[in-house]
């Protein structure tokens, strides 16, 4: 489903001062997988995410996407990707303040061509995700652990086959934690690929298969 062939990314490549994000990067990550990318801060990952979640691309190498190049993809056709296949959870959550839960998770389908009911479809997922008590509540007055799980249901809400998400317990206690990683088994377990980027061992350990990345360059994988 997902695989990289010698990928690199370099930043400030005409300059001196150059960044060598990503060195000769290649995996494969199948359809159905719960796969977490582990490192320290600075290794990597998050720039590797950014390019599997079609946010960024290679300086130099292959990527593909259910076979498709991505790198010879026009802008218009990776927005597409994003919108239609990906799904994205962040630490930070990235909710709209002033906004409630439903109409965070409602954004997506705003940009959806999909002729679909978006209120009817929106309420199926926050029922997915036991939040029909919370949706008409601003984002600023959800716990941690309802604006991520708001968070997870706006990436879910176009139905999304892959879940990227960027350290999605970093800001929360360890139990509310546990709880999020819970519910990306359960997502997981219900056929969605999930890939979590952390720097935490035990976080890592959730998944079936852990990448460890240091310094650009896959160290390990398990």
């Not at 630490?91 to 940009?111: H, K, M």
């Not at 959730?206 to 310094?215: H, S, V």
Request: charged share 30%.
């Amino acid at each position: 489903m997902i695989e990289l062939k010698n990928v690199s990314k370099i930043y400030n490549k005409e300059k001196r001062n150059e960044v060598k994000a990503l060195q000769n990067i290649s995996l494969e990550i199948k359809k159905g997988e719960f796969v977490a990318i582990m490192g320290p801060s600075g290794s990597g990952k998050s720039t590797l995410m950014h390019i599997i979640g079609c946010l960024d691309k290679p300086t130099k190498g292959q990527y593909f996407l259910s076979k498709e190049n991505v790198a010879k993809l026009s802008d218009k056709k990776l927005a597409q990707i994003r919108n239609q296949r990906l799904g994205f959870v962040f630490q930070t959550f990235n909710l709209l303040p002033r906004t409630t839960a439903l109409e965070n998770i409602l954004i997506p389908l705003y940009y959806s061509k999909k002729k679909i009911n978006r209120i009817k479809k929106a309420k199926k997922v926050i029922k997915k995700l036991d939040l029909q008590d919370r949706a008409l509540h601003f984002s600023n007055e959800l716990s941690g652990g309802e604006q991520q799980r708001t968070a997870i249901a706006r990436a879910l809400v176009c139905d999304a086959e892959i879940i990227l998400a960027d350290e999605p317990t970093g800001n929360l206690d360890t139990k509310t934690g546990e709880k999020i990683l819970q519910l990306l088994k359960q997502l997981n377990n219900n056929g969605k690929t999930i890939i979590l980027v952390t720097h935490e061992k035990n976080i890592a350990q959730a998944a079936e298969k852990i990448i460890e990345i240091i310094d650009g360059k896959i160290v390990g994988s398990k």
